[in-house]
């Protein structure tokens, strides 16, 4: 064979390359012309440089500002976003903890669980006539269950007998064949085919006596599950309407109050919502079996406790204030009455509650923007020990179905040994509720109160001015303090312009002072009257003074000592004819 020779190609490489080398001597002669005009064109426009500038900067300073305008709106958008997150968490706390109640209410979660009910004979035996009716059930299923098998072949065999007996008439034959044999030993007509194949098939797939019989082995099961699935239905109680649960005499929900009751165990929990849950649950629970509501009306017969524990006064921001007086357990028969036995004590514990509650029904509000909190001042002079076990329930049970009631907890008169002793229990208190404890010891205790307690309404017993039953003065008359520098004599002018009576009272919190009172008439002819020799201030002092001229009355304090004094005074004009 002759071998065959491709024809070689030409070589076009040499011709791109010149094309390419065309193209980028091209370009580089469009880039020169380019670079060579720009400082033509700078050139023949040096005027315009400097407004371009201006321009281009006023433009810049537009811009940087439009910028700042729009940082300052989105910080004022992100403070007011980050504002509304701050409260929404409280807000979805207090949805989610209705919720809950709300659940809770429908369930009747909120009622103690009922005794289980005790066992008798009846109930040993019931299971097992149950477990009997259950057999015979079973069995009763089992034998349907083979009718319904069994019968069926045989209502089949006697439809098809008769045609195997004329079938042995016609044609005798030593076996009988199967409907399909039969269908295939027909002659060839189709006619025939069809025609046996009708005979044979028809009455076997669909013999009457298997359609009647099948339903009424049946019907026995049928009957007894419609009466199961219908039993209940008829016999079923309705469903309880949802539970209506008070506590301190506001509804948990359905009240504009609820919501203030409700805030108080999310707080106590940090607002937690299951916690707060479980906790309201318990509260709710311990109340119905403490009988808090019956309690209410009780007469437990101890007014000597009154001296131990009552109500006087409010705060500075309007919070109802009770004092706690243990020093009174010194009596030892008061101390009898409350501690001497376990059925005394537990009697005490419930005159307590009880006034407990009667004070948070009375004096607070649990509308929004009300005061729902009270103070809470306890005096430990000269107060007693008692059994740490006794004190620790007391706590836990004030703490656990009382949350957030006290705007403070303010101790005075405290002794050195109390500072050791409330280490030791603080651990069962909240840091919430550890935040609110103040400790002032006996010489700073009246100095404490008056930082949240006004002298006009705190009791002469702990410093103040407040009296009951005082003819002159009540918590409505505001009392002035000033220091008195220690060796300094400090003077108050009353002026007095027309005959009444002027009365006022006073008092220095600490020793070595010495107080007096005179009046100086306006009349130069008129003399000065001395109300009041120098004497020791050992106390609170209540004085008047009959004035028939113009003039004033001069109360001068005297402190001999080496400290500072606080100084309280307060007066009142009445009638010339009314006395004191």
């Known amino acids: 064979m002759a071998m065959e020779t491709r024809p070689e190609e030409p070589e076009a490489a040499p011709a791109k390359e010149v094309v390419v080398a065309e193209v980028l001597s091209a370009e580089e002669e469009v880039v020169d012309k380019e670079t060579s005009q720009e400082p033509a064109i700078q050139a023949q426009t040096p005027g315009k440089k400097p407004a371009l500038e201006a321009a281009l900067a006023a433009e810049a300073a537009e811009e940087a500002g439009e910028k700042k305008a729009a940082v300052q709106e989105v910080e004022a958008k992100e403070s007011s976003v980050v504002a509304a997150d701050r409260e929404d968490p409280e807000k979805k706390a207090l949805d989610e903890l209705k919720q809950l109640v709300r659940a809770a209410l429908a369930n009747r979660e909120f009622s103690p669980p009922p005794p289980p009910a005790p066992a008798t004979a009846d109930a040993a035996v019931a299971p097992t006539e149950e477990h009997t009716s259950k057999a015979e059930e079973a069995k009763a299923e089992e034998e349907t269950a083979a009718t319904a098998v069994v019968e069926p072949p045989k209502a089949v065999v006697e439809e098809s007998a008769p045609s195997i007996k004329e079938e042995e ?271 002032a010891g006996p010489s700073k205790s009246a100095e404490t109160l008056f930082k949240y307690i006004a002298p006009e309404q705190v009791p002469v017993q702990f410093g103040g001015l407040s009296k009951e039953n005082d003819p002159d003065f009540s918590t409505a008359d505001a009392v002035t303090e000033i220091t008195i520098k220690p060796s300094t004599k400090q003077a108050i002018e009353i002026s007095v312009t027309e005959p009444c009576l002027l009365v006022w009272e006073l008092r220095v919190l600490g020793w070595d002072v010495s107080y007096g009172a005179e009046f100086v008439p306006v009349a130069e002819d008129g003399y000065t009257v001395i109300v009041q020799k120098a004497r020791k201030l050992v106390a609170v002092v209540k004085d008047s003074f009959k004035i028939g001229d113009a003039g004033k009355v001069v109360l001068t304090v005297n402190n001999t000592s080496s400290k500072k004094k606080r100084l309280l005074y307060r007066y009142k004009t009445k009638s010339s004819t009314d006395s004191i």
């Open 169 to 439: 008439a016609e044609a005798p034959a030593p076996t009988l064949p199967t409907t399909e044999e039969n269908a295939i030993a027909v002659d060839d007509d189709g006619a025939k085919t069809v025609e046996a194949i009708e005979e044979t098939v028809v009455p076997v797939a669909a013999p009457p006596p298997e359609v009647d019989d099948a339903p009424a082995a049946e019907s026995p099961k049928k009957e007894k599950e419609n009466e199961k699935a219908t039993a209940p239905a008829a016999v079923a109680p309705s469903l309880p309407p949802a539970e209506e649960i008070f506590i301190w005499g506001v509804p948990l929900l359905g009240d504009e109050r609820s919501d203030t009751v409700l805030l108080k165990f999310l707080r106590a929990r940090d607002f937690k919502v299951k916690e707060a849950m479980t906790m309201l649950k318990n509260a709710v629970l311990w109340r119905k079996e403490f009988g808090i509501e019956e309690l209410l009306n009780e007469d437990l017969g101890i007014p000597e406790m009154e001296k131990v524990v009552f109500m006087h006064g409010i705060d500075k921001e309007g919070h109802p204030v009770c004092y706690n007086v243990y020093g009174e357990f010194q009596n030892k028969e008061l101390y009898a009455a409350a501690f001497a036995d376990e059925e005394k004590r537990k009697q005490f514990l419930r005159w307590r509650i009880q006034y407990l509650e009667k004070g948070i029904r009375n004096m607070l509000d649990f509308n929004p923007g009300g005061v729902s909190t009270m103070v809470q001042v306890t005096d430990l002079k000269n107060s007693i020990g008692l059994a740490k076990k006794e004190l620790r329930q007391a706590l836990d049970l004030l703490q656990d179905n009382y949350p957030e009631f006290a705007a403070k907890q303010v101790f005075i008169n405290v002794p050195w040994w109390y500072l050791a002793f409330n280490r030791m229990i603080s651990p069962f208190f909240t840091q919430r509720t550890k935040s609110k404890f103040v400790f």
